[in-house]
């Protein structure tokens, strides 16, 4: 029988394992609690409307079909057994020869999680569809209390959006939904001009980006500015309810609260009982196994791994570095341990510890500029929006959601209009609308 491989996640770090062992002598079980593997970097677009879900993920049964190897498996892990080498399902337990950990991460609410309710961050196609939701019902809630001469503070509650958590997605969040307020709504409603809502921004650091260079980072700020979005900076949330939040001691009353702020891994190393840095993630050895499993890898953004780096052109750093919770990563270690174990699999020499081959960072920040940080080269602009596009198409899975994305951009860059405005379900009653105030 030829060794059995379990991988836990479908998503960059696990498809990309799964797929690395196309050709190995092994058996492959993928399993994921969704049954789906999502591209994340262009979640933000989903949940403010330009595209839809199923253009930004993919089933993992079909993305898989052709790789006769693998099956794919829709169970959640609730445990592992280390010793007995067996995986624990909801109902079932499942053995392995090799385990592959790569089960990413969630939000953190710093140890208040009675925030999530009102905070919603953005993970998953449930949670883009929640905050679309949200954030045109706060319109729709702001015009119907206009068009009923209601108080001009619970108007202004309902139009403000606070985003908690300056990095990435909060900036991506951020300068979308200004854009979003000031152009694909602004004739949509009679009694609001939505072009009056207050997008803020609070960052608990002293500036927005914390992983670019301070000068990409200053240009991110103006941009957004320029787009309206009011930013904050060492402004740290103390609380959050169902009326708005607290930040430095003075509350702001908002209808919509977004978080994007720390993250924690999920609990694959409590399951190990593994060595495991501050949020959670398994301090890996060198080749990305477990200390004392060799048989289990973790990746991603469920491993914290210093490794040497080249850059874009080759260049070898000369100091190590944390490998950052970003895809590429999480793509490149599902490739290494994939060759790993093949080469164990067939009793050949494994190969040299893992290095990263680090491409750099982009940013988007609104609908034609963005940040790049390629290490040897820095700029911000169209330009950097334009080698953004690219590389996002480039990595989406499948041809045709390539094509209805590039269709759909071109459409809104035409139009500035956002197609999915639509939100699940129906309005919510009274009872359920969060809303004291009212
Ligand atoms: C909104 C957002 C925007 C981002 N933007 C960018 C960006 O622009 N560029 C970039 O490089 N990175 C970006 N990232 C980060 C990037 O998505 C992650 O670093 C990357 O997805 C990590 O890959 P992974 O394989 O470790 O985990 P993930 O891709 O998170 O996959 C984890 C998988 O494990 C599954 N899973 C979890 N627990 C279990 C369980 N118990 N049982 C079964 N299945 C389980 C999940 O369903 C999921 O499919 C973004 C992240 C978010 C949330």
Not at 23 to 49: C, E, W
Not at 58 to 66: A, E, F, M, T
Not at 160 to 169: D, K, P, Q, S
Request: hydrophobic content about 45%; overall charge positive; charged content about 20%.
């Amino acid at each position: 029988m030829p060794p059995h491989v379990i991988i836990v996640g479908g998503g960059f770090g696990g498809l990309h394992a799964a797929q690395a062992l196309r050709s190995a002598p092994v058996n492959v079980t993928l399993i994921d609690k969704r049954n789906y593997h999502l591209f994340r970097p262009m979640l933000y677009q989903v949940a403010t409307g330009l595209l839809s879900g199923d253009e930004i993920a993919g089933p993992l049964r079909s993305i898989l079909s052709r790789q006769k190897n693998v099956d794919v498996l829709l169970d959640e892990v609730t445990g592992i057994d280390a010793s007995k080498r067996i995986v624990r399902l909801r109902h079932r337990d499942l053995p392995y020869n090799f385990l592959i950990l790569a089960t990413g991460i969630r939000y953190n609410y710093f140890g208040h999680d009675e925030w999530r309710e009102f905070a919603p961050g953005l993970e998953s196609l449930g949670d883009a569809d929640l905050i679309r939701g949200k954030v045109l019902l706060a319109f729709e809630r702001a015009e119907e209390l206009a068009s009923s001469g209601q108080a001009a503070s619970e108007i202004q509650r309902q139009l403000t959006f606070a985003l908690v958590g300056a990095g990435t997605v909060g900036v991506e969040m951020a300068s979308t939904l200004a854009e979003m307020s000031r152009m694909a709504l602004s004739h949509d409603f009679r009694h609001i001009d939505p072009a009056s809502a207050r997008i803020c921004l609070y960052e608990a650091g002293p500036r927005i980006l914390p992983t670019y260079p301070e000068h990409l980072s200053m240009k991110a700020l103006r941009h957004l500015e320029s787009l309206g979005v009011r930013v904050y900076t060492n402004a740290r949330v103390t609380a959050v309810d169902a009326g708005g939040i607290v930040v430095g001691g003075q509350r702001i009353p908002a209808a919509t609260v977004l978080w994007g702020a720390g993250v924690v891994a999920s609990p694959a190393g409590r399951w190990l009982d593994a060595p495991m840095d501050k949020s959670g993630k398994i301090m890996v050895e060198p080749d990305l196994s477990v200390p004392g499993h060799p048989e289990v890898f973790a990746i991603g953004d469920t491993a914290h791994l210093v490794a040497s780096t080249r850059n874009l052109v080759g260049i070898k750093s000369r100091t190590p570095m944390l490998m950052p919770g970003v895809a590429q990563p999480a793509i490149q270690e599902g490739k290494y341990v994939a060759s790993v174990i093949r080469r164990r699999a067939q009793g050949r020499p494994v190969p040299a510890p893992f290095w990263y081959w680090d491409k750099g960072d982009l940013a988007i920040v609104g609908r034609t500029y963005a940040v790049a940080d390629l290490r040897f080269a820095r700029f911000a602009g169209f330009p950097a929006w334009l080698l953004w596009a690219v590389v996002h198409i480039y990595f989406l899975i499948g041809f045709a959601n390539r094509l209805f994305v590039v269709l759909q951009w071109g459409l809104d860059f035409l139009t500035k209009h956002r197609q999915v405005r639509v939100f699940p379900g129906e309005r919510p009653s009274a009872e359920n609308v969060i809303d004291p105030a009212a």
